[in-house]
């Protein structure tokens, strides 16, 4: 005769609930271990960014707020979260002592400013999360293109800055300066394309943008590409267009802002800025059609 096993419901679910209380045992435990090798920082803004980043870490920040001094005698380093144009008041109140622990995290083309400042070899991270509100957890940028994750770090702090997002269940890749300027210019290059496409089609996400102008956005993506290769002296990685658009995708609800492409047509270091100058400097020699060029113009009109 055959065995029979009998498993009752209340069996099973005692099973269930064990290997799920042990799972998320283990999950707590390995975060919380985690959490206790994040190196502590000075955090300079207290909005959506900065907050996630002392929400990841194990408590021993010390949160910076606007107006406020960044501390001379608290080592570590300095996570500089606020705004493009913030960052003057940023390093008039951070003593000069304290300057090399400066780790930016800016969107946008911040090296001609940096190199003003004799900061050319500044940390930077280049920061593919989103916050969308004040408090709650960051969504990682990943895609289908690369399901690894975007962001990157450079710097002496890099790695601290890596273990920080991977506590807090964020992908963070530690980069040498050559490999973290070329992304840093492709995602440049995505703020530029689609903030510039968006300005000219009024209330279009970065979704819509990709879905339904991506003939439009694809070609500023190549000339702006092509452009900042030539003066950087530099190759990017092939499919660069399909990889700025599998990114659109990940964030397809976020809006086209026409202050994005302001700044681009200004040539400030927000975020248009790098490559706005290099087509400016360059403008005599490029053979293309300057398809940016009318987006410019249109977005500084509105």
């Not at 940096?114 to 999360?129: H, I």
């Not at 439009?216 to 590409?225: G, K, R, Y």
Request: charged fraction near 25%; aromatic fraction near 8%.
């Amino acid at each position: 005769m055959a065995n029979v096993v009998s498993l009752s419901s209340s069996s099973l679910f005692f099973h269930y609930h064990s290997h799920l209380t042990s799972r998320s045992f283990t999950a707590r435990a390995m975060a919380s271990t985690i959490k206790s090798k994040v190196v502590p920082a000075v955090i300079v803004g207290g909005g959506r960014v900065g907050r996630a980043l002392q929400d990841m870490g194990s408590g021993d920040d010390f949160l910076v707020k606007r107006g406020e001094p960044v501390p001379l005698d608290y080592k570590g380093p300095v996570f500089v979260c606020t705004r493009n144009d913030d960052l003057e008041a940023v390093l008039e109140a951070t003593p000069r002592s304290r300057w090399d622990d400066l780790v930016f995290f800016q969107n946008g083309m911040l090296e001609p400013w940096l190199e003003s400042k004799n900061l050319g070899d500044a940390d930077q991270v280049l920061a593919y999360f989103a916050v969308s509100k004040l408090g709650e957890p960051p969504i990682d940028g990943k895609t289908d293109t690369n399901p690894e994750g975007l962001t990157a770090a450079y710097g002496k702090w890099a790695s601290a800055v890596a273990e920080r997002l991977h506590a807090g269940c964020l992908s963070c890749k530690v980069l040498n300066k050559d490999d973290f300027q070329k992304q840093m210019l492709e995602k440049l290059i995505w703020i530029s394309a689609f903030m510039l496409v968006g300005a000219r089609h009024p209330g279009a996400t970065v979704g819509v943008v990709e879905k339904e102008y991506r003939s439009e956005v694809s070609s500023l993506i190549t000339e702006l590409a092509s452009a900042a290769a030539a003066e950087k002296k530099l190759v990017f990685e092939e499919a660069l267009v399909d990889r700025l658009c599998a990114y659109s995708r990940a964030v397809a609800h976020f809006p086209t802002a026409v202050k994005e492409a302001r700044v681009a047509s200004n040539f400030q270091i927000s975020n248009g800025g790098m490559v706005g100058s290099i087509l400016f400097r360059r403008r005599q020699s490029l053979k293309e059609s300057q398809t940016h060029v009318p987006y410019i113009q249109h977005g500084s009109k509105n």
